[in-house]
């Protein structure tokens, strides 16, 4: 904290409470507040912790800040200590903080993002319940509805254009297959799909980073998207695989071991993204994050909570369907068995299942931000580190 003062400017420090770390006792962090606050009680502490950020003091000095940071982090918090600049003469305005240090540890990678122009000061990152993930989804989505929708709808149409022109070759040689040309046409079919199924991955690292950018305040497109997920496909698609692979065999021991596998690693994506994570390092990260426990309660527990938003997003995935249907429905009864208007009705839902898989998909990513920040005081300067 090198930092020249005069006594006419003396530094003063805010101290944050962004998290508990795994395993922290509360009673414990409530038992060592009250050393620090006397005139507060356990239960009004309790709740000021289940309302975490929590700001302890906005005038400390460095030597107070320290000696907090050292008598609190030894009790499980993690804190952040921060600089209040006092205005300077010829400006109206106060400097912003400037963030210290955070609970986070993880080493950054990529390329350092300060450089590059932002063109709004970012989105505050803070701790949000279900209904706000959603709403600000819904919100991203409508802002950014471009760059957010056409990043999912490339691997969907382009399957829907392939498997089209498999169709007609399938019906042009409908009378005349044989073994051989059988078996050609599967491994085409075969071949589409584990493309397809690349792609889709790619276009949710793309997502990802797409958001991610959205929150720094930076500008980006669906080619700069994709292009910066390019280093770290492998990654990814090697992650996912083993995922999905593991998953199947959970499914396979009555179900319900792949459900709780499947909630454990939804994060695991966002975390080769946005951390660098790969394979199974990148799976039990996921697994410490959706254990994370911010508040009481059954239903605000992490995977309650990821369950209630994957529902809702299947439900709007399902209006979203039925309203996609209607213009091919009336077609259809004006004029019937017509190819082409039995393709638009296909197109139609192939540009509905995009739509709502791009909402659920940014639920999810706000979703890691929002345990990040709670778990760990995850912020702006840490994201672009990342990125």
């Known amino acids: 904290m090198n930092r020249r003062t005069t006594p006419e400017d003396p530094v003063r420090m805010v101290v944050r409470l962004v998290a508990l770390r795994p395993g922290a006792s509360q009673e414990e962090l409530v038992r060592a507040l009250q050393r620090l606050y006397r005139r507060k009680s356990p239960d009004e502490l309790r709740r000021a912790l289940a309302r975490i950020p929590l700001t302890l003091t906005r005038s400390a000095t460095e030597e107070q800040a320290q000696k907090i940071r050292r008598f609190l982090e030894a009790r499980g918090a993690v804190l952040e200590i921060a600089y209040v600049t006092p205005p300077e003469p010829e400006r109206a305005e106060p400097t912003p903080v400037q963030p210290l240090s955070s609970g986070w540890t993880g080493p950054p990678h990529g390329v350092e993002r300060r450089t590059k122009p932002r063109i709004h000061p970012g989105i505050l990152l803070r701790p949000m319940g279900v209904g706000e993930i959603l709403d600000r989804s819904f919100r991203l989505l409508k802002d950014h509805f471009g760059v957010y929708f056409l990043i999912l709808l490339i691997p969907h149409a382009i399957a829907f254009l392939v498997g089209k022109v498999l169709q007609l070759l399938l019906q042009g040689a409908a009378g005349g297959i044989t073994l051989v040309s059988g078996l050609g046409v599967a491994a085409s079919i075969f071949l589409v799909v584990a493309v397809f199924l690349i792609l889709q991955i790619w276009?949710?690292?793309?997502?990802?980073?797409?958001?991610?950018?959205?929150?720094?305040?930076?500008?980006?497109?669906?080619?700069?998207?994709?292009?910066?997920?390019?280093?770290?496909?492998?990654?990814?698609?090697?992650?996912?695989?083993?995922?999905?692979?593991?998953?199947?065999?959970?499914?396979?021991?009555?179900?319900?071991?792949?459900?709780?596998?499947?909630?454990?690693?939804?994060?695991?994506?966002?975390?080769?993204?946005?951390?660098?994570?790969?394979?199974?390092?990148?799976?039990?990260?996921?697994?410490?994050?959706?254990?994370?426990?911010?508040?009481?309660?059954?239903?605000?527990?992490?995977?309650?909570?990821?369950?209630?938003?994957?529902?809702?997003?299947?439900?709007?995935?399902?209006?979203?369907?039925?309203?996609?249907?209607?213009?091919?429905?009336?077609?259809?009864?004006?004029?019937?068995?017509?190819?082409?208007?039995?393709?638009?009705?296909?197109?139609?839902?192939?540009?509905?299942?995009?739509?709502?898989?791009?909402?659920?998909?940014?639920?999810?990513?706000?979703?890691?931000?929002?345990?990040?920040?709670?778990?760990?005081?995850?912020?702006?300067?840490?994201?672009?580190?990342?990125?």
């Open 203 to 387: 276009a949710q690292g793309a997502l990802i980073h797409a958001v991610s950018e959205t929150y720094l305040g930076h500008r980006t497109s669906v080619g700069e998207a994709y292009g910066a997920m390019r280093p770290r496909l492998s990654r990814l698609l090697g992650t996912l695989f083993l995922m999905w692979f593991l998953v199947g065999l959970g499914t396979l021991l009555f179900i319900i071991p792949g459900i709780l596998l499947f909630m454990n690693w939804l994060m695991a994506d966002k975390v080769v993204v946005l951390e660098g994570g790969k394979g199974m390092q990148a799976l039990r990260r996921s697994k410490e994050l959706m254990k994370y426990r911010a508040e009481p309660g059954f239903w605000k527990g992490p995977r309650m909570k990821a369950g209630i938003i994957l529902l809702v997003g299947l439900l709007i995935g399902i209006g979203i369907r039925i309203l996609f249907q209607i213009p091919g429905a009336v077609l259809n009864l004006l004029i019937p068995d017509n190819f082409f208007i039995m393709t638009l009705n296909d197109a139609l839902q192939v540009m509905a299942e995009a739509l709502a898989t791009t909402y659920v998909a940014i639920a999810m990513i706000l979703y890691y931000y929002d345990i990040r920040i709670r778990r760990e005081g995850f912020d702006l300067k840490m994201m672009a580190q990342g990125l």
